[in-house]
């Protein structure tokens, strides 16, 4: 079993189970421009004045230029995110709430075709040497979103990330997502390992209680997302910088 130096702690675990947004991809970089985009495309097709810009763009997470921490389009899945748009537009525009739900996946899919998944395939620094370093070590890697697959497969191939990773798990393949543990169930069956034999790494609440519901060995945060220090502190097993404070052992 391959050994994992974790901080200042030597770990033996087979898999690594990584989030993607805000864990692997610099979603904080890119996100104020894709929420913008989003809001401009569905008031292109449905019109209505800046107030409801704002609000909608606040809907999502998005507040004075600056992206709010455990708001939809960080904590919540691309249906959440896609709800959220729809309710405003059923409270303040009168749009009954599946139509919103139309227009807002609309607006989220051809924002994507408007923007081009390269843009928004920004790795965090550091993040392609050290999955390198842990796959040529042995490690098992792994990726647990709340994004959709085909969208996560294309992301961490623009990224540069997708030789490094064994398996994948996508809300759009599971019952629950996080913090329930399906994620992790499907990756670990997908690994052939057991949840104890992995470590669940993450920037978000979500993503160390998943891994806790799930039985993992470890919990890792890491300080490159959604979650302050204060908010995982005591409830993660260890905390980190970035993903490069983990490296192989030996």
């Not at 909608?56 to 249906?79: F, T």
């Not at 896609?82 to 139309?102: H, K, N, Q, S």
């Not at 990726?143 to 798990?169: C, F, Q, S, W």
Request: charged share 25%.
């Amino acid at each position: 079993m391959p050994a994992l130096k974790c901080g200042n702690q030597i770990i033996e675990c087979e898999g690594i189970i990584f989030d993607k947004d805000g864990t692997l991809i610099d979603s904080f970089k890119i996100w104020p421009a894709l929420i913008k985009n989003r809001v401009k495309i569905l008031q292109r097709e449905i019109g209505f004045d800046k107030e409801m810009v704002q609000l909608l763009e606040k809907a999502m997470g998005l507040k004075e230029g600056d992206v709010i921490r455990r708001s939809p389009i960080v904590v919540g899945s691309r249906e959440q995110t896609a709800a959220a748009m729809a309710t405003l537009l059923f409270v303040y525009c009168g749009i009954p709430w599946d139509v919103g739900m139309e227009k807002a996946n609309m607006a989220l899919d051809l924002c994507d075709k408007e923007m081009g998944l390269v843009s928004q395939a920004i790795p965090i620094s550091g993040v392609p040497k050290t999955l390198k370093n842990l796959y040529e070590a042995g490690f098992k890697l792994a990726v647990a979103t709340n994004d959709d697959m085909e969208r996560t497969h294309a992301l961490m191939k623009y990224a540069g990330l997708a030789p490094y990773i064994h398996a994948y798990a996508c809300r759009n393949e599971v019952e629950r997502s996080k913090p329930a543990p399906d994620l992790i169930y499907l990756i670990c069956r997908r690994l052939g390992l057991e949840a104890g034999q992995c470590i669940m790494v993450g920037d978000s609440l979500l993503d160390i209680q998943m891994g806790i519901n799930a039985g993992v060995y470890m919990t890792v945060g890491v300080l490159t997302g959604a979650s302050r220090k204060e908010e995982i502190d005591g409830i993660s097993d260890m905390i980190i910088q970035d993903i490069s404070g983990m490296q192989p052992g030996f």
